[in-house]
């Protein structure tokens, strides 16, 4: 088969391009081909592309990409010009411009839509107007046309249902998964406190993901401040690029006089993250919503206990292996579960153990790849 992802394949975007690596790695060393199609802003960072894949750049068009989403008239153009070629066209996300071009161009190609947890009840409501604008459009339209809607897990399902209204026929649940031979051999320790000046003793609290408050980090932020007296040690890393809360936290950490305590160090990429996972003692992550969090998933496979909710995308599986430490959405108790992690050993080697087994049991990247390369098979068109 010949399959054309069409995504934002930045480093900015974080787990869908995470995704897309891993799934196309997979699927080149079963024999099919993969195009990467990828709106982008002049200075974003691409992210790697699997040897023998191709990536191609689409310039997004202003002012119009301002107020719509990744539109792209050079993304438009490529697809009139080569969707016919592909047997599986597969948009990552909705309410931007990638997710309806395909619509477009008359064609006949199977069309694959992943969700990546854009409606959840949070995340319908971040900028509603639009979105029901959106909707009204054409976005419920397109979703029911879809030849395969690919949902993380049961709390998405019933997302779609709440969206639509009714179930469609077309959608299946299909988890996502990742390399964990990547994550075998991580750098050795000590690396990352010493490019941070930290020492041996600092314990770390990695934060790993877009400052959004949909991260949680108007809990996170004032939970490590409730804890951070008990603990003297504990130091808070948030890694990750701006995306609309970077100036509250700031003035967060200047109003509580947090500077040596909690450290802000941008979005950390290839080495530099497995480096971060390699020093980490917990992983924090009390997202309100989340598609299905690859950053949580890459903690768990670098055995680093984490401090999570239940809405990173695979609650229902965390619970089944009591695979972390589940926080209600609540300050005291992200700031409880980081107590409880940093000051019970056991506790947290239980949780890194478990953890691991349930990735390589559920989440790695040999099956969940077939899982879907089964479903593009039944509705490619012949």
Not at 50 to 64: D, F, Q, T, W
Not at 306 to 331: C, E
Request: charged content about 25%.
């Amino acid at each position: 088969m010949k399959i054309l992802n069409i995504c934002a394949y930045t480093w900015a975007i974080g787990g869908p391009a995470r995704i897309i690596y891993d799934h196309t790695t997979e699927v080149l060393r079963q024999g099919h081909q993969v195009d990467i199609l990828s709106p982008m802003t002049p200075g974003e960072k691409s992210y790697p592309v699997p040897a023998g894949a191709r990536l191609i750049e689409c310039k997004r068009s202003k002012p119009v990409s301002k107020f719509f989403n990744e539109f792209s008239v050079e993304l438009y153009s490529y697809l009139k010009q080569h969707l016919s070629e592909y047997d599986i066209v597969h948009m990552h996300g909705i309410w931007h411009f990638g997710s309806l071009a395909p619509f477009l161009v008359p064609n006949h190609v199977a069309k694959v839509i992943t969700i990546h947890g854009l409606l959840d009840r949070w995340a319908i409501d971040h900028s509603k107007w639009k979105k029901k604008i959106v909707s009204t459009l054409y976005q419920k339209r397109l979703l029911g046309k879809a030849d395969l809607i690919q949902i993380n897990n049961t709390d998405e399902e019933q997302d779609v249902l709440h969206y639509l209204g009714y179930r469609p026929k077309n959608m299946v649940i299909v988890p996502n998964g990742m390399k964990v031979s990547d994550y075998a051999n991580l750098p050795d320790k000590g690396i990352f406190r010493k490019k941070q000046g930290l020492s041996d003793t600092h314990q770390i609290v990695l934060f790993m993901g877009r400052l959004n408050i949909k991260k949680g980090l108007d809990l996170l932020l004032p939970g490590f401040e409730k804890i951070h007296k008990e603990v003297p040690e504990a130091i808070l890393i948030l890694a990750g690029p701006d995306d609309g809360y970077k100036e509250e936290t700031e003035n967060f950490i200047r109003k509580h006089q947090l500077a040596d305590r909690i450290r802000m160090v941008g979005m950390l990429t290839d080495g530099d993250k497995k480096e971060a996972f390699s020093d980490a003692n917990l992983f924090v992550l009390p997202s309100y919503s989340e598609g299905f969090s690859i950053a949580v998933l890459e903690a768990m496979t670098c055995k680093v206990p984490t401090v999570v909710s239940d809405r990173v995308g695979f609650g229902d599986y965390i619970k089944k292996y009591h695979a972390a430490h589940l926080t209600p959405l609540t300050i005291d108790g992200v700031a409880e579960g980081i107590l409880k992690i940093l000051q019970q050993p056991s506790y947290a080697n239980e949780l890194r153990k478990r953890a691991y087994t349930m990735v390589t049991e559920n989440f790695d990247i040999s099956v969940v790849a077939n899982q879907l390369l089964e479903e593009y098979k039944k509705i490619k068109k012949t």
